[in-house]
Antibody
């Protein structure tokens, strides 16, 4: 069974860079899209971006200027860096894997595996 | 302000059928499939519906989805207390090099 686990500092100072890592176990990190999704307390989900194991990325246009994602296939990990953080970046951060679901001869992607989430607070 | 629009709340009594709407635009729902996620309190979201109306293995057939034009809907029939959760729609948006967009979420209360 594939499992994802987020790790990183739970407290980040304003203007600094938030860094998180997601470790994948129970399966290979190769040949999948890996995403970061966040959720401020009491609010909805916000997709931050995704990385394919080749290194290609797609980012949320509203965060693109501050986001960098990377993947380390040797460690079965992928990472998120979010620069110049403010209090508005305080949220639970989830890592997730897009899984292929097939029906009627066609296949579609959905976030089938999620980490448990990690709370990151931006405060001095 | 979420790109996809959902009602903030919905409610029903056990056994009832409830529907949750999700409205988008031509660049997201209008040209791509819709997924629905269920988030129980204190847990990570779970994929409930993919490709507008398909259920992953293990999801009860009480849950169904549909899409028409730039809108989609999630229906839950035979409502149960354990269905009380937040529900999110999501779709790929073709604008600005492509990205995933979520609805703001609908909190379903079972009365």
């Amino acid at each position: 069974q594939v499992q994802l686990q987020e790790s990183g500092p739970g407290l980040v100072k304003p203007s600094e860079t938030l860094s998180l890592t997601c470790t994948v176990s129970g399966g290979s990190i190769s040949s999948y899209y890996w995403s970061w999704i966040r959720q401020p307390a009491g609010k909805g989900l916000e997709w931050i971006g995704r990385i394919y194991t080749s290194g290609s990325t797609n980012y949320n246009p509203s965060l693109k200027s501050r986001v960098t994602m990377s993947v380390d296939t040797s460690k079965n990990q992928f990472s998120l860096k979010l620069s110049s953080v403010t209090a508005a970046d305080t949220a639970v951060y989830y890592c997730a894997r897009e899984t292929e679901y097939c029906s009627g001869g066609s296949c579609y992607l959905g976030f089938g595996y999620w980490g448990q989430g990690t709370l990151v607070t931006v405060s001095s | 302000q979420s790109v996809l629009t959902q009602p903030p709340s919905a409610s029903g009594t056990p056994g009832q059928r409830v529907t949750i709407s999700c409205s988008g635009s031509s660049s997201n729902i209008g040209s791509n499939t819709v997924n629905w996620y269920q988030q129980l309190p204190g847990t990570a979201p779970k994929l409930l519906i993919y490709s507008n109306n398909q259920r992953p293995s293990g999801v009860p057939d009480r849950f169904s989805g549909s899409k028409s034009g730039t809108s989609a809907s999630l229906a839950i029939s035979g409502l149960q207390s354990e269905d009380e959760a937040d529900y999110y729609c999501a779709a790929w948006d073709d604008s600005l090099n492509g990205h995933v967009v979520f609805g703001g979420g609908t909190k379903l209360t079972v009365l």
